[in-house]
Structures are given as C-alpha cells and as structure tokens.
Nanobody, 121 residues
C-alpha cells in the first residue's frame, strides 16, 4: 500500500513563506516524476511545479521566481518552498508521484490527501 503524506500547510500573511513536504511510503520500487498541484475554491486543479527523478523542474508561470520544488530521492520526498506568497496562492495543495510499487507493476499516479495554504492579511 502506497501513501503520500503532505505536511507544512497553514496560514500566512502576504509576502510570507511556507515549505510543503510530501513523503511517499509503503511498497515502492521506484519513483519517477513528482509534482505539486493546487486547487482553489471553485476552480480546477492546476499544476504548480514538477520535478523528474534526475532533478529537471518546471513551474507554472504564476509561481516562477517565487516557488522552488526539490526532492530527496533517498527519502522519496518532494518539497515546495513557497516565498513571496500572494492571496491568489490560497488553495489546497496536493502532491503527486508517478511510481511503481513493484518491478512488475506498471507506473501509476498516486496523490496525497491535500494540505490547505491560506494567504491573507
């Protein structure tokens, strides 16, 4: 059983910072791409940032220069450092990992349960 557990969400004032973490645990053979998505109230879920197993990254235009995604392959953990937060960053943030639970299992996307980030004065 694979689980993705997120932590680090909360409330912060505009201009503040938060760091999200997401650890994959359970039966894991290999983890490929990992990423962070967010869903604001009444809106569709959108990609925030992604990172490959070799460290290549991509970002949504709205967060470039403010957010940084990183990962620790030894810990199957992905991070999202969020700086200069704005009210429009308010959303539930989800992590996703493309992984194989076993060598014989095809790659599959797994999602975390989500963590709330609120940016408000």
């Amino acid at each position: 059983q694979v689980q993705l557990v997120e932590s680090g969400g909360g409330s912060v004032q505009p201009g503040g910072s938060l760091r999200l973490s997401c650890a994959a645990s359970g039966s894991i053979f290999i983890v490929y791409n990992m990423g962070w998505y967010r869903q604001a109230s009444g809106k569709q879920r959108e990609l925030v940032a992604g990172i490959t197993s070799d460290g290549s990254t991509n970002y949504a235009d709205s967060v470039k220069g403010r957010f940084t995604i990183s990962r620790d392959n030894a810990k199957n953990t992905v991070y999202l450092q969020m700086n200069s937060l704005k009210p429009e960053d308010t959303a539930v943030y989800y992590c996703k990992a493309l992984l194989r639970p076993t060598l014989m299992t095809p790659p599959h996307d797994y999602w975390g349960q989500g963590t709330q980030v609120t940016v408000s004065s």
